[in-house]
């Protein structure tokens, strides 16, 4: 029987991107039935709320979702939707493989994955500000929290992440030097986590020191992982290793649910125009069948977006090209084999 997921075409390039990846899942026979649902600035609109029950519905019967980009408002208007779908289905493991594609970058054969912690840290949102003499906004503090469950099954996750797709080195990338209650949790559970697997090389080292290294030299490094606001600076500073971040695919992971997005965001300057490259949330929907044991299927589109970016004569307009998102859809499918 086919897998039903639910699919969130999102706001801004969303439906766009979304429209060239549904495409390529079912020119690659993906078993999959598609429940199509609002979420983000689309849903206010058509429905009056962000994230609507009938969505939430849709996520809690079908367990799986493909999202597109959602718009959230800086600074005021409603809190980032992205946040709330990871929280309320508690998606903890952001998986984010980075791998070259396109050659003639500053590195060829990268591969590595990137495994952030979702759920804790700065984005749990306890934040406000502090009026001094009439100044309301006079500072403001934001708390970072920990949790040794969080950190023992985010490291747990990393190793058997790693285990799984043979995978020999797990670096904990932290700041335990000088936040040493919330860092110093983080790596005190890693590092008893490491222990359970023998197998599996393991370091740990300063965030600001791993960036600098995985600038200068990302053969050294294979999986990492690492807490919320680190994960997500430096899954965007490894997307860039690779060609940016419209190449990024991520798969936000629970024990029961799990969510295949495009990093990349809604994109409003260029959105409506046919021109965004659906790369990001065409690889985020091969992780998907990869998820619900369709890897072959999973391992074609791959093969077919890689065959097609080689090439080199069907770019989109951020990577130099004048090809529109339907015409680039349309060489992956063509290039299925
Ligand atoms: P963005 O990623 O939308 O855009 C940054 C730049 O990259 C823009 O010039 C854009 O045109 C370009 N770009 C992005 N994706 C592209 C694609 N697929 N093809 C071609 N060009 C692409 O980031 P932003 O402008 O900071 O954010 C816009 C909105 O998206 C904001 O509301 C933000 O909150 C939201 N956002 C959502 C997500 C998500 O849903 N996961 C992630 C990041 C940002």
Same mark, same amino acid.
């Given at each position: 029987?086919?897998?039903?997921?639910?699919?969130? $075409?999102?706001?801004?390039?969303?439906?766009?991107?979304?429209?060239?990846?549904?495409?390529?899942?079912?020119?690659?026979?993906?078993?999959?039935?598609?429940?199509?649902?609002?979420?983000?600035?689309?849903?206010?609109?058509?429905?009056?709320?962000?994230?609507?029950?009938?969505?939430?519905?849709?996520?809690?019967?079908?367990?799986?979702? =493909?999202?597109?980009?959602?718009?959230?408002?800086?600074?005021?208007?409603?809190?980032?939707?992205?946040?709330?779908?990871?929280?309320?289905?508690?998606?903890?493991?952001?998986?984010?493989?980075?791998?070259?594609?396109? $050659?003639?970058?500053?590195?060829?054969?990268?591969?590595?994955?990137?495994?952030? +912690?979702?759920?804790?840290?700065?984005?749990?949102?306890? +934040?406000?500000?502090?009026?001094?003499?009439?100044?309301?906004?006079?500072?403001?503090?934001?708390?970072?929290?920990?949790?040794?469950?969080?950190?023992?099954?985010?490291?747990?996750?990393?190793?058997?992440?790693?285990?799984?797709?043979?995978?020999?080195?797990?670096?904990?990338?932290?700041?335990?030097?000088?936040?040493?209650?919330?860092?110093?949790?983080? =790596? +005190?559970?890693?590092?008893?986590?490491?222990?359970?697997? *023998?197998?599996?090389?393991? +370091?740990?080292?300063?965030?600001?020191?791993?960036?600098?290294?995985?600038?200068?030299? *990302?053969?050294?490094?294979?999986?990492?992982?690492?807490?919320?606001?680190?994960?997500?600076? =430096?899954?965007?500073?490894? /997307?860039?290793?690779?060609?940016?971040?419209?190449?990024?695919?991520?798969?936000?992971?629970?024990?029961?649910?799990?969510?295949?997005?495009?990093?990349?965001?809604?994109? *409003?300057?260029?959105?409506?125009?046919?021109?965004?490259? $659906?790369?990001?949330?065409?690889?985020?929907? /091969?992780? =998907?069948?990869?998820?619900?044991?369709?890897?072959? /299927?999973?391992?074609?589109?791959?093969?077919?977006?890689?065959?097609?970016?080689?090439?080199?004569?069907?770019?989109? /307009?951020?990577?130099?090209?004048?090809?529109?998102?339907?015409?680039?859809?349309?060489?992956?499918?063509?290039?299925?084999?």
């Amino acid at each position: 029987m086919s897998k039903t997921i639910t699919v969130i $075409p999102g706001d801004g390039i969303g439906p766009e991107v979304t429209e060239a990846t549904l495409s390529v899942l079912r020119a690659a026979g993906a078993d999959l039935e598609y429940d199509e649902q609002l979420a983000g600035v689309a849903a206010l609109e058509r429905r009056g709320n962000p994230l609507p029950d009938e969505t939430l519905d849709s996520i809690r019967r079908n367990h799986v979702v =493909l999202k597109g980009p959602l718009t959230t408002p800086s600074g005021s208007g409603f809190r980032s939707i992205n946040v709330a779908i990871r929280k309320e289905f508690d998606l903890y493991a952001n998986v984010r493989p980075v791998r070259t594609i396109v $050659p003639g970058g500053r590195y060829e054969d990268i591969d590595l994955i990137l495994i952030r +912690e979702n759920t804790e840290g700065l984005y749990v949102g306890v +934040e406000h500000f502090i009026g001094v003499e009439g100044d309301p906004r006079a500072a403001a503090e934001s708390v970072m929290i920990i949790t040794r469950f969080g950190a023992d099954r985010i490291s747990r996750y990393a190793f058997e992440h790693a285990k799984r797709l043979g995978r020999k080195k797990v670096t904990l990338a932290h700041k335990a030097n000088i936040l040493k209650c919330t860092q110093g949790l983080f =790596l +005190e559970a890693a590092h008893n986590v490491a222990q359970e697997y *023998p197998g599996i090389e393991w +370091e740990d080292r300063i965030i600001d020191a791993t960036a600098m290294q995985l600038v200068l030299d *990302p053969s050294r490094f294979d999986v990492l992982v690492m807490e919320n606001m680190f994960g997500d600076i =430096l899954s965007d500073l490894m /997307a860039g290793l690779v060609g940016g971040l419209g190449f990024a695919p991520a798969g936000n992971v629970g024990d029961e649910y799990a969510m295949f997005e495009a990093v990349h965001g809604s994109a *409003p300057d260029i959105a409506g125009k046919g021109i965004a490259n $659906p790369t990001s949330l065409i690889l985020s929907a /091969a992780m =998907l069948l990869d998820h619900v044991d369709q890897r072959e /299927a999973g391992d074609r589109i791959r093969e077919a977006v890689e065959r097609v970016l080689r090439t080199g004569s069907m770019r989109t /307009a951020d990577t130099g090209g004048d090809a529109g998102t339907r015409a680039f859809a349309s060489a992956v499918v063509r290039a299925l084999d």
